[in-house]
C-alpha cells in the first residue's frame, strides 16, 4: 500500500521522532523505499559584498545535510529497509510538497515540532502546511515523550 515514504527530516531530534513510526510502516507495508529528504532552506537576502560568504555557508550547509542525511539511512539501512536520500534547497514545506507530487511518493510521515501561540504564527507550521496540501497522506507524529536515541 504505501511503497514510497517520504520522511522530510530538519537536522532536529524532534524530526527523529518519526523514525520508529517509519520503521513500523515500513516494515509492515513491505515498502520498496524510504526517503530521506533534508531541505536546506535559503539564507536570508545581504549586499553584493557578503555574497561570497554566503555561497560558502550555503555549501557548508548543504555539506552538512548531506552528512546528516547518511547517518539517519544507515540506521534504516542496518534494519533492512531501502533507503535513499535527498536533498532540495527551499521553503521546507513547498519542497515537501514538490518532491511528493514529483516522485511517486504513497505516504509521507513527519514529526510535528508543538509549535503554539505566537511562535506558530511567526514561524508557520511546516506540518500543517504539508498536511493541508499534500496530494498523499500524511502520517505526523508528535514528539512529546518521544524517545530519542543519543
Known amino acids: 500500500m504505501y511503497d514510497r515514504i517520504l520522511v522530510p527530516l530538519d537536522g532536529s531530534e524532534y524530526s527523529e521522532c518519526s523514525l520508529d513510526h517509519v520503521r513500523a510502516v515500513a516494515t509492515g507495508c513491505?515498502?520498496?523505499?524510504?526517503?530521506?529528504?533534508?531541505?536546506?532552506?535559503?539564507?536570508?537576502?545581504?549586499?553584493?559584498?557578503?555574497?561570497?560568504?554566503?555561497e560558502k555557508a550555503e555549501k557548508g550547509a548543504e555539506a552538512l545535510a548531506r552528512d546528516y542525511l547518511t547517518q539517519m539511512a544507515g540506521g534504516l539501512k542496518s534494519q533492512g529497509l531501502a533507503v535513499r536520500t535527498a536533498m532540495a534547497r527551499g521553503r521546507a514545506a513547498e519542497q515537501i510538497l514538490d518532491y511528493a507530487r514529483n516522485n511517486n511518493v504513497d505516504l509521507i510521515v513527519m514529526s510535528t515540532h508543538g509549535h503554539s501561540g505566537l511562535g506558530r504564527w511567526v514561524y508557520g507550521s511546516v506540518a500543517d502546511r504539508v498536511v493541508s496540501h499534500s496530494p498523499v497522506p500524511v502520517l505526523t507524529v508528535s514528539p512529546p515523550g518521544c524517545r530519542v536515541a543519543h
Open 30 to 54: 513491505h515498502s520498496g523505499e524510504v526517503i530521506l529528504l533534508r531541505v536546506v532552506e535559503p539564507l536570508p537576502q545581504a549586499d553584493d559584498s557578503s555574497l561570497s560568504w554566503r
